[in-house]
């Protein structure tokens, strides 16, 4: 064999073994090179400044911490009111069958508001949550959901627990996602959307229960047989060093892996599948099926992705605050759950 056949064969190997290892590189995301996925972030539409903005009322010392049942959880809902209001998000009204409940909604600071009672102990308690309608330009019984829980741990003491990282920047993550679909209504022609700000999820996923007990009523618009997708933001602001934001729910959708790496081209944001099962004392074993209010919409059969990280070392403490959230991440994060808002609903394959 002459050299000139060998260095053509050399060549042609190499050009092999590139495409191959850039092939690899393709199908792992981003996991394989993680310490440089933040200079990777592409946040594209979020207003980040927005999101700041959201997440400095969400956290103020006026909410208190916003624990289900106190002044400071009331002031919250009247602001989320508020902001969905200037969306132009309607009230899902349609869900209410208690007639008195519809006629306390005519109030503009309550309209979007969904009282609910559950017990804790040997007492009854009452929570609200937030829900926001923005139909399909075109009619269509398709929908996708968008959840976030807007309570927290309250006062204790003296110190406020502000929930930063949970959940407020779900809360804002949310609210940028219901402004960009309304202000771009040619992008859902097909696809009916609702977000929903969640109450007492963490005394035990009690907004969520009383989510799903109404999807559960098939006279509802939407229920559970409508729901393609149900979105689930919660601890989105505060990655690890590895910059990853983890993706929950795969084994609903028989398509995740194009799914995910549709959503790493997209923003350059890494995600992984699946928690890590035992970080030190912070996580534990943690069942991340049921840790969140993704948990009551599973068990009724709605299908659903859970954005979060793991608990870090502010976790559930006073510490939670605002200077400490990736607003970059956060942006990224809702720029990929955008993405499960606009795909494709065969791409989206879920199971039923």
Not at 69 to 76: D, N, S
Not at 218 to 245: F, H, W, Y
Not at 276 to 303: E, F, M
């Given at each position: 064999?002459?050299?000139?056949?060998?260095?053509?064969?050399?060549?042609?190997?190499?050009?092999?073994?590139?495409?191959?290892?850039?092939?690899?590189?393709?199908?792992?995301?981003?996991?394989?090179?993680?310490?440089?996925?933040?200079?990777?972030?592409?946040?594209?539409?979020?207003?980040?400044?927005?999101?700041?903005?959201d997440?400095?009322?969400?956290?103020?010392?006026?909410?208190?911490?916003?624990?289900?049942?106190?002044?400071?959880?009331?002031?919250t809902?009247?602001?989320?009111?508020?902001?969905?209001?200037?969306?132009?998000?309607?009230?899902?009204?349609?869900?209410?069958?208690?007639?008195?409940?519809?006629?306390?909604?005519?109030?503009?600071?309550?309209?979007?508001?969904?009282?609910?009672?559950?017990?804790?102990?040997?007492?009854?308690?009452?929570?609200?949550?937030?829900?926001?309608?923005l139909k399909?330009?075109?009619?269509?019984?398709?929908?996708?959901?968008?959840?976030?829980?807007?309570?927290?741990?309250?006062?204790?003491?003296?110190?406020?627990?502000?929930?930063?990282?949970?959940n407020?920047?779900?809360?804002?993550?949310m609210?940028?996602?219901a402004?960009?679909?309304a202000?771009?209504?040619?992008?859902?022609?097909?696809?009916?959307?609702?977000?929903?700000?969640?109450?007492?999820?963490?005394?035990?996923?009690?907004?969520?229960?009383?989510?799903?007990?109404?999807?559960?009523?098939?006279?509802i618009?939407?229920?559970?047989?409508?729901?393609?997708?149900?979105?689930?933001?919660d601890?989105?602001g505060?990655?690890?060093?590895?910059?990853?934001?983890?993706?929950?729910g795969?084994?609903?959708?028989?398509?995740?892996?194009?799914i995910?790496?549709?959503?790493?081209?997209?923003?350059?944001?890494?995600?992984?599948?699946?928690?890590?099962?035992k970080?030190?004392?912070?996580?534990?074993?943690?069942?991340?099926?049921?840790?969140?209010?993704?948990?009551?919409?599973?068990?009724?059969?709605?299908?659903?992705l859970?954005?979060?990280?793991p608990?870090?070392q502010?976790?559930?403490?006073?510490?939670?605050?605002?200077?400490?959230?990736?607003?970059e991440?956060?942006?990224?994060?809702?720029s990929?759950?955008?993405?499960?808002?606009?795909?494709?609903?065969?791409?989206?394959g879920?199971?039923?």
């Amino acid at each position: 064999m002459s050299p000139t056949q060998i260095k053509l064969i050399s060549l042609r190997f190499s050009f092999t073994l590139s495409i191959l290892l850039l092939f690899s590189l393709t199908l792992s995301g981003c996991s394989t090179f993680s310490t440089s996925c933040k200079t990777q972030l592409k946040a594209n539409w979020v207003d980040q400044q927005a999101l700041k903005a959201d997440l400095a009322q969400l956290t103020s010392a006026k909410f208190e911490g916003r624990k289900t049942g106190t002044q400071g959880a009331a002031l919250t809902r009247d602001y989320l009111n508020e902001r969905f209001t200037q969306i132009g998000l309607t009230p899902w009204q349609s869900a209410q069958a208690d007639t008195k409940t519809t006629t306390q909604q005519s109030k503009n600071t309550d309209k979007f508001n969904l009282p609910f009672t559950y017990s804790q102990g040997f007492s009854e308690r009452k929570g609200s949550n937030v829900v926001g309608v923005l139909k399909a330009s075109n009619p269509s019984t398709s929908w996708r959901l968008v959840i976030a829980h807007y309570d927290h741990l309250g006062v204790k003491g003296r110190k406020i627990y502000p929930g930063a990282d949970d959940n407020a920047s779900g809360i804002a993550a949310m609210l940028q996602l219901a402004n960009y679909a309304a202000t771009h209504p040619e992008l859902f022609t097909k696809t009916n959307l609702m977000f929903v700000a969640t109450d007492a999820e963490e005394p035990g996923l009690y907004g969520g229960y009383a989510l799903a007990e109404l999807l559960s009523q098939q006279n509802i618009t939407p229920n559970n047989k409508q729901i393609e997708l149900a979105i689930n933001l919660d601890m989105i602001g505060r990655p690890e060093r590895s910059m990853v934001v983890y993706l929950e729910g795969r084994r609903g959708f028989s398509q995740f892996p194009l799914i995910k790496q549709k959503l790493i081209n997209e923003t350059g944001l890494c995600i992984k599948a699946k928690h890590p099962r035992k970080r030190g004392q912070l996580t534990g074993n943690i069942d991340w099926l049921r840790a969140s209010d993704h948990y009551p919409l599973h068990k009724v059969g709605v299908p659903w992705l859970y954005f979060g990280v793991p608990p870090h070392q502010d976790y559930h403490a006073p510490s939670d605050t605002q200077e400490k959230i990736d607003f970059e991440f956060l942006a990224a994060v809702t720029s990929s759950a955008h993405q499960l808002l606009i795909i494709d609903s065969l791409q989206l394959g879920n199971i039923q």
